[in-house]
Nanobody, 117 residues
Framework: QVQLVESGGGLVQPGGSLRLSCAAS????????MGWYRQAPGKQRELVAS???????NYVDSVKGRFTISRDNAKNTMYLQMNSLEPEDTAVYFC???????????WGQGTQVTVSS
């Protein structure tokens, strides 16, 4: 079993920055692909960015050039650096991971990001 814990959310003004972290823990686990999703009120959850075990990244068009996903495999931690934040980025952000061997999908509890003046 893998536990994912997000941190780093909060309230920021438009144009500001935040850095989200997702720490994975558990016994005898190996994490493969990871990703950040977000869900705004009244909207479906959407994939924001993903990163493979080898570091290949992918982004939704709306965040390209503003967000950067990365991971530190030694620390079992994934990050999302968010710059030039816009009110439309307001959402609960969730960490997602796939077990490298099991293929099981794991979710964090979510962290709120609010972009407002």
């Amino acid at each position: 079993q893998v536990q994912l814990v997000e941190s780093g959310g909060g309230l920021v003004q438009p144009g500001g920055s935040l850095r989200l972290s997702c720490a994975a823990s558990g016994r005898h686990f190996s994490i493969g692909d990871m990703g950040w999703y977000r869900q705004a009120p009244g909207k479906q959850r959407e994939l924001v960015a993903s990163i493979t075990g080898g570091g290949r990244t992918n982004y939704v068009d709306s965040v390209k050039g503003r967000f950067t996903i990365s991971r530190d495999n030694a620390k079992n931690t994934m990050y999302l650096q968010m710059n030039s934040l816009e009110p439309e980025d307001t959402a609960v952000y969730f960490c997602n991971a796939r077990g490298a061997r099991s293929g099981n999908i794991y979710w964090g509890q979510g962290t709120q990001v609010t972009v407002s003046s």
